[in-house]
C-alpha cells in the first residue's frame, strides 16, 4: 500500500512540476517567414549587370540607382516578398562590397545569380568585365546602409 501511495505521490509531483515549467510565448514578431530566414543565407553566385527600368516590383528606377534583379524563380516563390529588401554582395575576386535594393527579377538568373544595374556593378568591378562571382545575402527588412 506505502508503495502505491509513493507512486501516486511521484506521479502527481512530476505532473504539476510539467505544468509549473515556464512555456514559450510567442512575441509579435514571433511569424518567422521565407523571407526572414533568406536574409540569415550566404548565397554564392553570378553577377551580371543590366540596364534598369520599371522592374517587377512596380517601380521605376534608373540606371543610377544601386538596383538588384533577383532570380525569377526566387522571386515567384516568396512572392515579391523581397521588394525593397537591400541585399549585400561582395565580388569574391577582388573583396570589393556594396549595397543593391531588390526591385525586379531576372529570368535568365539561376537561384542563386543576381543581375545589378550598372552603377551597382561598377562599385564592383568595371562593366566591361561582363560578370562576377559574387557572394551576397538579404539585409533584415527595414535596414538601410
Not at 44 to 64: A, Y
Not at 113 to 140: C, E, N, R, T, Y
Request: net charge positive; proline share 3%; with cysteine.
Amino acid at each position: 500500500m506505502l508503495r502505491i501511495a509513493i507512486f501516486l505521490f511521484a506521479l502527481f509531483a512530476s505532473v504539476f512540476v510539467a505544468f509549473a515549467s515556464p512555456v514559450l510565448v510567442p512575441s509579435d514578431n514571433a511569424n518567422v517567414t521565407l523571407v526572414d530566414l533568406e536574409k540569415r543565407i550566404t548565397h554564392v553566385g553570378r553577377g551580371t549587370w543590366f540596364n534598369v527600368g520599371l522592374g517587377n516590383c512596380g517601380k521605376v528606377n534608373k540606371d543610377s540607382d544601386a538596383i538588384v534583379a533577383i532570380a525569377k524563380s526566387r522571386y515567384n516563390a516568396n512572392g515579391g516578398g523581397n521588394c525593397d529588401q537591400w541585399v549585400e554582395i561582395v565580388n569574391t575576386k577582388n573583396g570589393k562590397k556594396a549595397y543593391g535594393k531588390t526591385r525586379d527579377s531576372c529570368q535568365s538568373c539561376k537561384p542563386e545569380d543576381l543581375d545589378l544595374s550598372p552603377s551597382l556593378f561598377k562599385k564592383l568591378d568595371a562593366l566591361s568585365v561582363g560578370q562576377l562571382k559574387i557572394s551576397w545575402h538579404f539585409m533584415a527588412k527595414g535596414w538601410s546602409p
